[in-house]
């Protein structure tokens, strides 16, 4: 659904109303005019990660900016967006070409948990010198923005950021998101866009196949971890306690994790993508389906 909204060209203006908000631009300064180049950044290696970018655009200096959104709490997140970051920025310079073609690329990251241990939504991390807070680069910008931590207030005291993460965040009545939509044309838009979606009966499957997915996951996940625990306190009354309890979760985590990659492959998602969910490398991946009766390409 945020590719939906966000990501149609003939409605641009809600995604530069989003970034130019996100990265406090206004006036002269604010973007005017953007792209969409929604693509896949393949691994150099055969072995390398995959670096699958939920939305990916240009702005009018020619700024990359990759918008990805998180709603369960994969791990890891600040390594995931600079990995991800570091793959797109290298992809602006052709080979032979100078350094000085490299384009600034900002990372956005919309997340639907808690990930870092600071008060506020929203916050932005770049290169600079520990003692002077000098700014090496302009041209690495990660933002993250956590919906759970985004608190009601007056709509009149309120700045364009802080109506978006409202609006997206979704908990609000009928009345307050109404008045939230009438105070910006952009979110006005975005509320239509959305509206639509749930008028499209493909799209809206989609979109509760995902979110069926996602309580899936945690489910399986969750049941997966706890029955791991029980084998492993059960054979730790023999050997102890505290490696039945380690050998537990690990067995438990294996488990889920095996569960989820054969449901994924029964579904035809590709293999290369069960495989980076996963986190194990394709051959095992291709064993398991085998081992399991899946047909795979």
């Given at each position: 659904m945020f590719k939906f909204v966000f990501g149609h060209k003939e409605d641009k203006e809600i995604t530069l109303s989003f970034i130019n908000a996100v990265l406090g631009l206004e006036g002269e300064r604010a973007f005017v005019d953007l792209h969409f180049a929604?693509?896949?950044?393949?691994?150099?290696?055969?072995?390398?990660?995959?670096?699958?970018?939920?939305?990916?655009?240009?702005?009018?200096?020619?700024?990359?900016?990759?918008?990805?959104?998180?709603?369960?709490?994969?791990?890891?997140?600040?390594?995931?967006?600079?990995?991800?970051?570091?793959?797109?920025?290298?992809?602006?310079?052709?080979?032979?070409?100078?350094?000085?073609?490299?384009?600034?690329?900002?990372?956005?990251?919309?997340?639907?948990?808690?990930?870092?241990?600071?008060?506020?939504?929203?916050?932005?991390y770049g290169l600079y010198d520990k003692t002077c807070m000098h700014r090496l680069t302009e041209d690495i910008e990660i933002h993250f923005l956590e919906l759970p931590k985004v608190t009601r207030q007056d709509i009149r005291r309120m700045r364009t950021l802080d109506k978006w993460m409202a609006f997206i965040r979704n908990d609000l009545s009928d009345e307050e998101m109404e008045a939230i939509a009438?105070?910006?044309?952009?979110?006005?838009?975005?509320?239509d866009r959305i509206e639509a979606f749930m008028r499209d009966a493909g799209q809206r499957r989609k979109y509760e196949r995902r979110e069926k997915y996602e309580h899936d996951y945690v489910s399986d996940m969750e049941g997966s971890w706890k029955r791991g625990r029980m084998e492993g306190v059960k054979q730790g009354r023999s050997e102890g306690r505290r490696e039945g309890r380690a050998e537990g979760r690990a067995e438990g985590r294996q488990l889920g994790i095996a569960h989820i990659a054969m449901n994924l492959l029964r579904a035809g998602t590709p293999i290369a993508t069960v495989a980076q969910m996963a986190e194990l490398p394709e051959e095992i991946i291709r064993k398991m389906a085998e081992e399991h009766g899946i047909q795979i390409s």
């Open positions: 929604d693509r896949e950044i393949d691994p150099e290696e055969e072995s390398g990660k995959g670096s699958t970018l939920d939305l990916l655009c240009m702005t009018n200096d020619e700024t990359q900016i990759n918008i990805e959104v998180q709603v369960q709490n994969r791990q890891n997140m600040g390594q995931r967006s600079l990995y991800y970051w570091a793959k797109l920025y290298q992809s602006t310079l052709g080979r032979g070409e100078n350094y000085e073609n490299l384009r600034r690329t900002v990372a956005i990251n919309l997340l639907g948990y808690e990930y870092l241990p600071l008060a506020g939504f929203h916050h932005m009438m105070s910006d044309a952009a979110i006005n838009t975005a509320w």
